[in-house]
């Protein structure tokens, strides 16, 4: 296993095709942290502070995926440049604030999240727009663990199974383990009044129906995550999807 060199804060790390093993990473001040290609397992971020994380850089087809099994980043605050080509596995994000964790070519399986997770998107397929010719088709997000983080901004899309994870319970979220027939009630309470009624509602119809049509099948929806003037509107559409 590479040892892990001493850093000097706040540091730039750019790691390529190392592998690394129960190391310490942690009570450290990252401007860049960069993977490509690397795997770590049981490693600590614990008390970490990255500014630029790409947990994994190039692409599969030249250095491979960085994989990170076991891991933890614990009290870790990480703003993200780029997901990229990485796996999860097992790994604990607990009493974190992560920041765009655009997760389109990322796996998650079984981690746990707790603390914040800010404007962030986890797929369940690659979006065709970042796909080069020979990627897979599927992101593996399984089995985590989301009960008692705050999510804000937080997107899941092309199927991702919403059934598969543990998901926040407080009354500031609604979840819709079938979005077709939600939506169908939501359009019904909506037709009983005229067009130009109830625009905030009409829109976020209108998003969830695209989302639907690009294989997401069930909804999670936080209500603080639109503007105060918006929400009773949109409190009274939710819980008229709810039937």
Request: charged share 25%; net charge positive.
């Amino acid at each position: 296993m590479t040892p892990l060199e001493p850093v000097q804060e706040p540091a730039k790390l750019r790691l390529r095709k190392k592998n690394f093993e129960h190391a310490n990473f942690g009570e450290r001040n990252y401007i860049v942290f960069n993977s490509a290609g690397c795997k770590f397992e049981y490693c600590s971020f614990d008390n970490t502070v990255i500014s630029g994380a790409v947990f994994g850089s190039g692409g599969p087809d030249n250095v491979g995926r960085s994989t990170y099994r076991k891991c933890t980043f614990n009290n870790a605050k990480i703003d993200v440049s780029v997901t990229g080509f990485a796996s999860f596995y097992q790994c604990s994000f607990e009493q974190s604030d992560i920041s765009h964790l655009n997760a389109r070519s990322a796996d998650f399986v079984d981690c746990i999240f707790s603390g914040t997770i800010r404007h962030s998107i986890f797929a369940g397929a690659m979006d065709e727009r970042y796909r080069t010719p020979g990627d897979r088709t599927i992101n593996h997000i399984d089995g985590n663990d989301f009960s008692e983080a705050t999510l804000v901004n937080v997107t899941f899309e092309l199927g991702v199974d919403l059934n598969r994870q543990k998901l926040p319970l407080s009354e500031d979220y609604f979840y819709f383990p079938d979005a077709k027939g939600a939506l169908e009630r939501a359009a019904a309470a909506l037709s009983k009044f005229p067009p130009d009624a109830y625009p905030s509602a009409r829109a976020f119809v209108k998003v969830r129906k695209s989302s639907l049509s690009r294989g997401q099948s069930q909804i999670l929806v936080r209500l603080n995550d639109y503007p105060p003037r918006k929400r009773p509107e949109l409190r009274w559409l939710l819980e008229s999807a709810r039937g």
